[in-house]
């Protein structure tokens, strides 16, 4: 699941923004009902310089890290001009750094590296970088910029802060209002910074108190044990935030069990589950806040004009930029078939 961020870089108004054009992630001209798509090329697609591009990450264990490898794979085949080297993927930092080292002597053109821990596969980033081969460090960010040319991620302390205001505004009018958080696992920073920005956000609303959090382990298992617990210590509440609507299967099974339809509830990530139950809207789930594995087809847009000498369309600069943060967009029934495309199974 995703991990922590570098709150640097360019913050983008669209979940779907790539590199190529800023990933010309394309709308239909024909008709203003048809869905935006993140199923196309960058504008710059173009054949090109022939570019091999290593991609290694870990484990594909959970949905948005499967999500992850799936965008990597298809943006790769939509260029003529890209090769892909993808390795099976660990959450083993040995096999992990194992894998990228195989890569490097395999001399590819670029790398693409979600590490399983960032701070353990730093040394892995300098190493390649030393090799001439320029890294494209993929969300889990690596302890030193001299290990990687481009970072690009996701914000999970924007994505905290976007639930905490999505919750706000919904219950402002509302007095003496309570809300729940079913938060991730709290060893990971990537929990404490989602917390912090819906702490944050909260702040913008005093008649709003935080009453419960508990943390789970970003398993269905563990979203419906944990809800459990909290829906039988809080006989009422008005909201409820789940970070990461894996998870949240389990915490409506549990919300469903229990009979309870007397609060809202806000996901995070975007499962293509999460996104079907909003836009049928016949349970408490109304909204989800993203973290976008589109971000993977963007590390390949980047890696492959990296590769080619070329900078990003629609920038004054020559070189692609240095950090790239995506914005964590919320999705709710009046916006959810236009993200539909981006959801993750």
Known sequence: MPEPTSRRGLLFGTAAVSAGVLLAGCTSNDSDDEPASNDQPAADDKKGKQVTIGFAGPQADHGWLNAINDNAKSRA??????????????????????????????????????????????????????????????????????????????????????????????????????????????????????????????KNYPNIKKVARQAAEFTVESGQAKMSQLLQAQSSFDALWNHDDDQGVGALRAIEQAGRDDFIMIGGAGALSAMQAIESDNSVLKATVLYPPTMAASAIDLARVLGQGKGVSGLAEFEIPSSLTLYSAVVDKANVKTYLPTGFK
């Open 77 to 202: 085949k939509k260029y003529e001009d890209v090769t892909l080297e993808i390795t099976e993927g660990s959450n083993d930092t040995a096999a992990q750094i194992g894998q990228i080292e195989t890569l490097i002597n395999k001399k590819v053109d670029v790398l693409v590296i979600l590490p399983a821990d960032g701070k353990a596969l730093t040394q892995v980033g300098l190493k390649a970088m030393r090799a001439g081969i320029p890294v494209v460090n993929l969300d889990r960010i690596f302890n030193s910029p001299q290990a990687y040319r481009c970072y690009i991620g996701g914000d999970n302390f924007g994505m905290g802060l976007n639930a905490g205001h999505y919750i706000g505004e919904q219950l402002k009018d509302k007095k003496n209002a309570k809300v729940i958080e079913l938060a991730g696992l709290d060893n990971l920073e990537l929990t404490k910074q989602r917390t912090a920005g819906f702490d944050a956000a909260l």
